[in-house]
């Protein structure tokens, strides 16, 4: 299967600030879709003839549909947000990028040698959980509220349509990327410090941490991307955090294996070592839950995802729209708003 091809910028879809274009490209008479991270490629041009890697469209993945622009003839490289900082994420491929990681800034020494303050932490395993989990939160209490976006799936943040409109739209306050992810608004290295930062350096009172756009399944037991879940889960525990573990249920998903509660739920709070509050929605049946976990459940989900709907929030997952998967979306919101009320 071919992985590359070249092709020639017809012109610029849109732009998502310094780090993103969506480009249309022609290649070989065939338009395509194409993303350039400016933070790894300088933005391009009209006519300017780009390389691109085709891998994910040509496997038809869930993520796919689009293309990435490896290089360009004659355009410039860039670095992201160059700076003082000597870490590389996305290391050691020809994409690595340089950034400046809160570990290594001075002046925030004190943070590493605190801990979380019983701030509520929110560990998701689906990037589609992320709008309902904040909307859940907001629903009951005007919190502050960071993400924190794991090396799991994507690593560029800006590949998030999902993000920048809960930016845009201040359902959520910062944004953070550790381990190979970059592109945040804070950098750190590993999620450890992340979770430290989002408290003491963004100032944040609640948290949500979970992979970017592409989960990868493979329908083994442990050969899924959200198992980060139970590792998420135990570093919030051990840094004094309360662990609350969005369970992925569904209502829409025709696999048996992911109705009602995800048996990738079921796997990750087997294997956390922290006893974790799990929020349900009320009348919903948990006793797929393990027993050492504090099942909580919650009332009004169903109106308050209603009330999503009316202020035009289009969430989708798997490419099933709220009306096709209630359960999922009301079990995000659950988790979301059990939280605010701690």
């Known amino acids: 299967m071919q992985s590359q091809c070249h092709a020639t910028v017809s012109h610029v879809v849109d732009i998502d600030g310094d780090m993103q274009e969506i480009l249309a490209v022609d290649s070989a008479g065939v338009e395509r879709r194409a993303v350039n991270y ?36 004659g355009a410039e ?6 700076g003082p900082g000597h870490i590389m994420k996305a290391r050691y491929l020809p994409c690595q990028v340089a950034v400046d990681t809160l570990e ?114 493979t329908g083994t037991p442990y050969g899924f991307s959200g198992i980060e879940q139970a ?23 025709l696999r048996e294996r992911h109705q009602g509660i995800s048996h990738h739920t079921r796997t990750t709070l087997s294997l956390t070592y922290a006893r974790c509050i799990v929020g349900v929605p009320a009348g919903i049946d948990a006793a797929a839950v393990p027993d050492r976990h504090e099942i909580r459940f919650c009332d009004g989900t169903a109106e308050v995802l209603d009330q999503m709907g009316s202020d035009n929030w289009n969430i989708t997952t798997m490419g099933r729209a709220a009306a096709a998967d209630r359960l999922f979306f009301e079990a995000a919101l659950a988790a979301g708003m059990i939280a605010a009320r701690l």
């Open 38 to 73: 400016t933070a790894l490629c300088a933005p391009l041009r009209l006519h300017d003839v780009v390389t691109l890697n085709t891998t994910a469209t040509g496997l038809r993945l869930g993520t796919g549909g689009f293309d990435f622009v490896v290089a360009a003839q």
């Open 77 to 82: 490289t860039a670095v992201l947000k160059p």
């Open 104 to 217: 290594e800034q001075p002046e925030h020494a004190d943070v590493w040698l605190r801990d979380l303050e019983r701030t509520p932490v929110l560990a998701a395993q689906l990037h589609s959980q992320l709008v309902p989990i904040a909307y859940g939160i907001r629903s009951q209490r005007n919190a502050r509220i960071a993400y924190i976006m794991t090396d799991g799936a994507a690593l560029p943040i800006a590949f998030s349509k999902t993000v920048r409109e809960a930016k845009q739209r201040g359902l959520i306050d910062a944004s953070l990327t550790c381990g190979q992810a970059f592109g945040g608004d804070y950098e750190c290295v590993t999620l450890h410090s992340a979770l430290l930062a989002a408290r003491h350096v963004a100032g944040c009172d609640t948290i949500i941490v979970c992979q970017g756009p592409g989960n990868a399944g």
């Open 231 to 253: 590792g998420i889960l135990d570093a919030t525990e051990r840094l004094g955090g309360i662990p609350m573990a969005v369970a992925r249920m569904s209502s829409g998903d």
